[in-house]
């Protein structure tokens, strides 16, 4: 059964706290992608990497940061978390190929709250 | 560029009744059409998609027609039950990303 994992369900942090949010894909995608899921917002991409030490900005990136070191791992960084980053953060993963054509498998999301 | 429109929440339906969610898009192309859902603590997972127009997309008794003429992806089942609540996502993809529609929250009363 494929799986994309995600480090916490639930996290708590305080304002200006460094903050990892970590995530694991079982099915050698070469796809990750991390989105923001807000009330009347939708989904909306925060970063995407498309190979190992690769990474694209998304539509909201600013006060956030990524890292791939290795294929199946694909972290979210929040520098200095702040009140407005409170959100629920899901991870995604797909094949390489056209993006057009492939499904994306989600985690189970990590809802975020900031002090 | 791409986008989706799909219809606000939420929806409130009693058991067995008759299900549409509409979705509309622009894209570049054709691409493949999606609908996830997800249902309450969980992440987003696949319902169903389409690959091509006039294809159709089913499962679990939902049903989606891909309609090139109208830009059109609407969600239907005809026979709603509790299990079903949850809130369902349209989704097309772009040059390099998805664009996902804003989400339409279904409660389904017994």
């Known amino acids: 059964d494929v799986k994309v994992t995600q480090s916490s369900r639930y996290l708590v942090k305080r304002t200006g706290e460094k903050v990892f949010l970590e995530c694991v894909q079982d099915?050698?995608?070469?796809?990750m992608f991390w989105y923001r899921q807000d009330p009347g917002l939708g989904l909306r991409l925060i970063y995407f990497s498309y190979d190992v030490k690769m990474k694209e900005k998304g539509d909201i990136p600013e006060g956030y940061s990524v890292s791939r070191e290795k294929k199946e791992r694909f972290s979210l960084i929040l520098e200095s978390a702040s009140t407005n980053q409170t959100s629920m953060y899901l991870c995604?993963?797909?094949?390489?190929?056209?993006?057009?054509?492939?499904?994306?498998?989600f985690g189970p999301g990590t809802r975020l709250t900031v002090l | 560029g791409d986008s989706v429109t799909q219809m606000e929440g939420p929806v409130t339906l009693s058991e067995e009744a008759f299900l549409t969610i509409n979705c509309t898009y622009t894209a570049t192309g054709y691409p493949s059409l999606f609908w996830y859902v997800q249902y309450p603590g969980e992440g987003l997972q696949l319902l169903l998609k389409?690959?091509?127009?006039?294809d159709k997309g089913s499962n679990k008794g939902f049903e989606a027609t891909y309609r090139k003429e109208t830009t059109s992806f609407h969600l239907e089942k005809g026979s709603v039950q509790v299990s079903d609540s949850a809130v369902y996502f349209c989704?097309?993809?772009?040059?390099?990303?998805?664009?996902f529609g804003t989400g339409t929250r279904l409660k389904v009363l017994a």
């Open positions: 389409a690959t091509k127009a006039d």
């Open positions: 099915m050698d995608h070469e796809n």
């Open positions: 989704a097309v993809p772009g040059t390099y990303k998805y664009i």
């Open positions: 995604a993963s797909s094949f390489q190929g056209q993006i057009a054509y492939n499904e994306q498998f």
